[in-house]
């Protein structure tokens, strides 16, 4: 599968913005999918990750309740739901895919890492 992400941009804090990901190939429905980001001088950081059947979700603690992972089997497509955006979500978002089952934080974990899109957030 390849990844392309989509949808970031700059906005005010408080604002939202909803990041896509439409992955190639038929296999799509058997990935958990995810997303981590990356902010300047920062590691790498889990934000969310969706099963592959789209029942389960886990969402990092710093974003949860306002950070919404969803999928759409049918269409090939991840997407992240950011409400209440605050300067500290600016970063790098980058969409990926792993084969084996499980929701699991490490980077390592994940196979296919898609580009990144840029969200900027303004105080």
């Known amino acids: 599968v390849q990844l392309q992400a989509s949808g970031g941009g700059l906005v005010q804090a408080g604002g939202s913005l909803r990041l896509s990901c439409a992955a190639s190939?038929?296999?799509?429905?058997?990935?958990?999918m995810g997303w981590f980001r990356q902010a300047p001088g920062k590691e790498r950081e889990f934000v969310a990750a969706i099963s592959a059947s789209g029942g389960n979700t886990y969402i990092e603690d710093s974003v949860k309740g306002r950070f919404t992972i969803s999928r759409d089997n049918a269409k090939n497509t991840v997407s992240l739901q950011m409400n209440s955006l605050k300067p500290e979500d600016t970063a790098v978002y980058y969409c990926v895919a792993k084969r084996a089952m499980g929701l699991v934080r490490a980077a390592t974990w994940y196979d296919v890492w898609g580009q990144g899109t840029q969200v900027t957030v303004s105080s």
């Open positions: 190939g038929r296999t799509f429905s058997s990935y958990v």
